[in-house]
């Protein structure tokens, strides 16, 4: 038809057009996720007993369950401005690599400094410190992206930034900690010596390279100990998730300029922080009865929580010493093997997003390490953007479902969130290039120490 717009390369929203409210998906959940619980009884965790570790503003988002549309502060905003709005990508390139009569579009949010979509959630996480008089946050980092990003907020702000790095990830990647340490951080590897966890770990596992669960243990106890801290965290919980919908509202804006309404939507899924805020307002329709999408979260397979977890109660931390979460998990003793996703490394998931999988809302897969990094190259070579090996996993099932398209016939619009870039990812890109690198999947018995390492109470059976 002669009045079908025509897509352009890039869809730029102006920056008036950014969201003023962060969607709040639990507010249309019929099956809320369930609450924190303190582990020393088993009651659900209130204002009160989460203010000693998080700020003030950011536990009554946490708690919030009935109102879906939440204000953005406009000193947030001001900032979102300096990477924001972000470009939703008609894939046209990687299309005709393809032959696929599908339609593909990608939500690039690797286009500040930290390099992905951490800082949505690191700028609200200061600015409410900040608001609230505090010194300064502690925080763990796995590959270095939430720390990376949560450095950039705290200098922005005049706050004093301190990250327990994941040790393995120290030493691989040393110019990430330092643009870390160029925006003010104090980074320390995990496990270390300046915690009595990081002590007790390092005594049960003598030489262990560390995980982002020993880590949150670590930067808790480290907040526990210093007054004017509070803790922060880069993913899993219901506010990073809230925050991260600027993702979505601005995909979704940015689709119906166009009249386009995807029939897939994908994203990666480490702790569930991009996937929630890409699909928040998608699921919501759902949710409300008024669309219908097909969502599909992926993981690694070597660190499979949404599909061969267990939906149950578990720590959100190796050292035990965070609120309990019912999520989908392999438990907190679990230490995934080496796989280049540091971000796709952890035991769990958000609750929100494990309560949407729970009742079938989205799906998940999970793809091997070698074939993401086949999809990364592809997609690199033609599109340009060098991806992150956590995005790729996004890439990989946005490739196979094209390639079902070019199979059929159809002519399915394919909208996945592209989290990041992968400059700080070399070494991972030059073992796939030298055929070095291998796949790892866990055996069932591998799962079971992990498994049985969850809390046992009555009403936590799985
Ligand atoms: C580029 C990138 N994508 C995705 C993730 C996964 O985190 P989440 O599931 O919270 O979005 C990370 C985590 O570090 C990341 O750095």
């Known amino acids: ?61 946490e708690l919030d369950e009935t109102n879906a549309y939440i204000p953005i502060p406009e000193e947030i905003v001001d900032f979102y401005k300096m990477y924001r709005p972000s470009p ?38 200061a600015y409410y410190a900040k608001k609230q008089g505090l010194k300064g946050v502690t925080t763990e980092t796995g590959a270095g992206q939430w720390g990376t990003a949560l450095s950039m907020a705290c200098s922005y702000f005049g706050l004093d930034c301190q990250v327990y790095m994941v040790k393995v990830s120290y030493e691989q990647k040393p110019f990430r900690r330092e643009v870390m340490r160029t925006y003010g951080a104090k980074v320390t590897p995990s496990p270390s010596t300046t915690t009595e966890v990081g002590k007790k770990i390092l005594a049960e596992h003598p030489g262990t390279t560390g995980s982002l669960g020993c880590a949150i243990s670590e930067a808790v106890e480290a907040e526990s100990r210093q007054e004017g801290y509070r803790y922060v965290l880069g993913s899993v919980l219901n506010q990073v998730l809230l925050h991260q919908t600027v993702i979505g509202l601005e995909t979704k804006a940015a689709l119906e300029k166009y009249d386009i309404v995807p029939d897939i939507i994908i994203g990666c899924a480490g702790g569930g922080s991009n996937l929630g805020g890409l699909i928040s307002p998608f699921a919501g329709e759902m949710l409300r009865g008024e669309h219908d999408y097909q969502i599909i979260a992926v993981e ?73 990094f086949e999809a990364a190259e592809q997609f690199a070579r033609v599109e340009g953007i060098l991806p992150a090996p956590e995005s790729s996993h996004a890439i990989r099932v946005a490739i196979d479902e094209a390639l079902k398209c070019k199979e059929t016939g159809e002519e399915k619009t394919i909208v996945f969130g592209l989290t990041g870039t992968g400059y700080f990812d070399m070494v991972a890109y030059e073992k796939f ?14 799962l079971k120490p992990g498994f049985d390492g969850i809390p046992k109470f009555p009403g936590n059976e799985f």
């Not at 099956?31 to 203010?51: F, G, Q």
């Not at 800082?119 to 996480?125: E, P, V, Y």
């Not at 290039?433 to 591998?446: A, C, K």
Request: aromatic share 10%; hydrophobic share 35%.
């Open 1 to 61: 038809m002669g009045s079908e717009k025509k897509i352009p390369y890039k869809i730029y929203l102006k920056e008036d057009e950014l969201p003023k409210s962060w969607y709040n998906v639990r507010a249309d959940m019929k099956n809320k996720p369930a609450p924190l619980l303190n582990p020393a009884t088993l009651k659900p965790m209130t204002a009160d007993d989460l203010k000693a570790v998080f700020c003030d503003e950011l536990i009554a988002q």
């Open 88 to 125: 939703l990508v008609r894939a046209y390139c990687l299309e005709k690599k393809l032959q696929t009569p599908a339609k593909i579009y990608y939500k690039f949010e690797g286009n500040n400094t930290s390099g992905s979509h951490k800082l949505n959630s690191a700028i609200a996480q």
């Open 300 to 372: 690694p397979a070597s660190c499979p929580s949404l599909t061969r977890g267990v939906f149950a109660y578990d720590f959100c931390d190796t050292g035990k010493v965070c609120p309990l979460a019912k999520m989908y998990t392999l438990g907190s003793g679990f230490i995934p093997s080496a796989n280049h996703a540091g971000g796709l490394r952890y035991h769990g998931m958000s609750p929100v997003v494990s309560q949407l999988y729970h009742d079938g809302i989205i799906e998940a897969r999970s793809v091997e390490q070698t074939s993401v």
């Open 433 to 446: 290039n030298n055929g070095e690198m291998t796949d790892y999947i866990p055996t069932d018995e591998d």
